[in-house]
RNA sequence: UGGGCUAUCGCCAAACGGUAAGGCACUGGACUCUGACUCCAGCAUCUCCAGGUUCGAAUCCUGGUAGCCCAGCCA
């Protein structure tokens, strides 16, 4: 067997280098998400890249929640990024990790700092610093403020642990270079008061440090050797950078940056799946129409081939929008093989075989998947009335139309050859009724060869049928006019939830559980809401629309 | 002449000076108990543009162009 020729990604190239060169022992990599909102497919990315890093060079990967700022942060966002974590499969073992529980090293780190005169307690407000900081051309200037002695510092930076001060009124700042060209090395700010109930600390502190101080504090303790983040952050590697050597750590960690996931035609960032959810446009974060790993899971996305996905997207430095087909085709490639597959009508129109004796029910041994003997066999009920797809019978036929019309004759999946003899309307022209005869010798299995057809198609019996109603979902996002408008709103798509209501499906459905239920409708899938998995409530992916229009050239 | 980053097929993405991988999408054709799947075939004489160095450049140099990020006491 051989396998593919995977080429490393730029960033393996780094940990190997670093590796071979004695920079690091080992590599260990971490997920830091704010706990301020679900984890969605772009997550995914950061996930599997840090995970999957630290497991093939033998390294360790940590969990940390960083959350730094109470202000945005809930527990009810912790335990669903857990959750979504651990479906994905990643594993932190017993190194799950709250940045918070660090802020007693992090206050130790400020005073080590103030004490090296490189940080000091500035009296400014919002809006004096904003002028003082200078522009994105011009230098900044300094704080009149910066020159205090570090006793003084000391004692500030005290007070304001000791809840001496209101919010606002004193912050902590670094002390590097107010004619930087980079902003971020203008004096940041790096502690600042917030008199605010952390959902781990509490009211312990009254002080917080910002994130360009608190993160490489984090990687440090933790051994960190690669921190792997995306590219909005690469103007902040200097700071980074000075925050590790001024505090003078031991092989400290270095930052990375790559790429965010972008997909075309949906919404990612977490700020507008938020505006969705929180405008009631959507359910909730795990809405069949979202990419969140909630939605995604519940839609019957594997974490398999969430894994496959990102693994194919690849990893680089370049911005770029990865189609959604790519999505699709890693779901599909997953389901394929691994799935049973039934059947279901979405739009019925009832087929009836005239020569099959009335009342008489037989249970035919339905494969549950061609391509997958694994997945054993089901019975299928069959009798003299069955539902078929409205599309699968066409009075005047086009040409190569190999489906049902007068005359035509076709193979009900896993049953019958059955031929069309006639059809009924009714008063306003719409038919009704499709009448057919069934050849009992051309049975499914029985290697009948004496006829082909040159058309499939699947049914349910009618009488055993069970009736849903069904959801279909459309793109969130409008396709036409694209995600966003210029002022940065959402195009939603005023048709992005569709009630279909006579569905049938096979009496197989009534045991059927949340993620083995995946079926292919005519060309596409469709699948059991996980969330909700009685069949009074379907919730047919976006993928069954996927590949199903079958063109008449 | 603020700084940082990025530009390779419709979409991702390799190539690390030796003569443009691969996947998705698409298009033919074969096969078929799902017009799916599978299988075969096709799909960048060319790498944002213009010069230059070299026997040889997507890769090096020079100069342009375009896009993304940065002026939160968010992360």
Not at 397 to 405: A, Q, S
Request: aromatic share 12%; hydrophobic share 35%; proline share 5%.
């Amino acid at each position: 067997m051989e396998e593919a020729v995977v080429s490393k990604n730029f960033i393996e190239q780094i940990i190997e280098k670093d590796l071979a060169e004695g920079h690091y022992d080992t590599v260990r990599t971490r997920f830091p998400p704010e706990p301020n909102g679900y984890l969605h497919i772009g997550h995914a990315k950061s996930i599997i890249l840090n995970y999957g890093l630290a497991k093939k060079y033998n390294g360790q990967f940590n969990m940390r929640f960083d959350d730094t700022n109470p202000t945005k942060e809930k527990t009810e966002f912790v335990d669903s990024i857990i959750e979504d974590i651990k479906w994905l499969g990643a594993d932190w073992e017993d190194r799950l990790f709250f940045a918070s529980n660090y802020f007693e090293q992090m206050y130790e780190a400020a005073v080590k700092l103030i004490k090296k005169g490189k940080a000091y307690v500035c009296d400014l407000t919002a809006d004096e610093m904003r002028e003082y900081r200078g522009t994105l051309t011009e230098p900044g200037k300094e704080s009149p403020y910066r020159n205090r002695s570090i006793e003084e510092n000391l004692q500030l930076f005290e007070d304001m642990k000791n809840d001496k001060l209101k919010d606002g009124e004193k912050v902590l700042r670094a002390k590097i270079d107010m004619a930087s060209p980079n902003i971020n090395m203008r004096d940041p700010i790096i502690y600042r008061v917030a008199h605010m109930t952390h959902h781990n600390t509490g009211d312990k502190w009254c002080i917080y440090p910002m994130y360009d101080f608190a993160h490489p504090i984090e990687d440090a303790i933790e051994g960190i050797t690669h921190s792997i983040c995306t590219l909005e952050f690469e103007d902040h590697r200097p700071l980074y950078d000075w925050v590790v050597t001024e505090l003078e750590y031991e092989n400290p960690p270095k930052q990375i940056e790559f790429a965010k996931l972008y997909l075309t035609n949906v919404i990612t960032g977490k700020r507008y799946i938020k505006k969705l959810v929180e405008e009631g446009i959507v359910d909730g974060w795990d809405d069949p129409r979202l990419v969140s790993i909630a939605a995604l899971r519940r839609r019957g996305f594997t974490p398999e081939s969430i894994r496959k996905f990102v693994e194919l997207c690849g990893i680089s430095k370049a911005n770029s929008s990865v189609d959604y087909a790519m999505l699709e085709y890693c779901i599909r490639e997953d389901l394929k093989l691994t799935k049973p597959r039934m059947m279901a009508i979405l739009d019925p129109i009832k087929l009836i075989i005239d020569n099959y004796p009335e009342g008489e029910v037989e249970y035919l041994d339905v494969t549950n998947n061609l391509e997958n003997e694994e997945l054993g066999i089901r019975k299928v009920p069959f009798c003299r009335e069955l539902y078929i797809e409205r599309e699968d019978f066409m009075e005047e036929p086009p040409k190569k139309y190999f489906r049902l019309f007068p005359g035509n004759e076709v193979r009900l999946m896993h049953a019958y050859f059955v031929k069309c003899e006639s059809f009924v309307k009714d008063s306003d022209g719409n038919i009704t009724e499709v009448h057919c005869t069934y050849d009992k010798e051309a049975k499914c299995g029985s290697g009948f060869v004496e006829r082909k057809v040159k058309g499939t198609i699947h049914w349910v019996p009618a009488p055993y049928a069970i009736k849903s109603e069904v959801r279909l979902y459309e793109n969130i996002v409008d396709e036409e006019a694209g995600v966003y408008n210029e002022d940065g709103s959402i195009n939603v798509n005023p048709n992005s939830l569709k009630i279909l209501k006579d569905c049938y499906v096979e009496p197989s459905f009534n045991g059927a559980k949340a993620y083995d239920s995946y079926q292919f409708v005519r060309n596409g899938f469709f699948c059991i809401d996980a969330k909700d998995s009685t069949p009074d409530n379907l919730v047919f992916n976006r993928i069954v629309s996927l590949k199903s229009s079958f063109k008449i050239k």
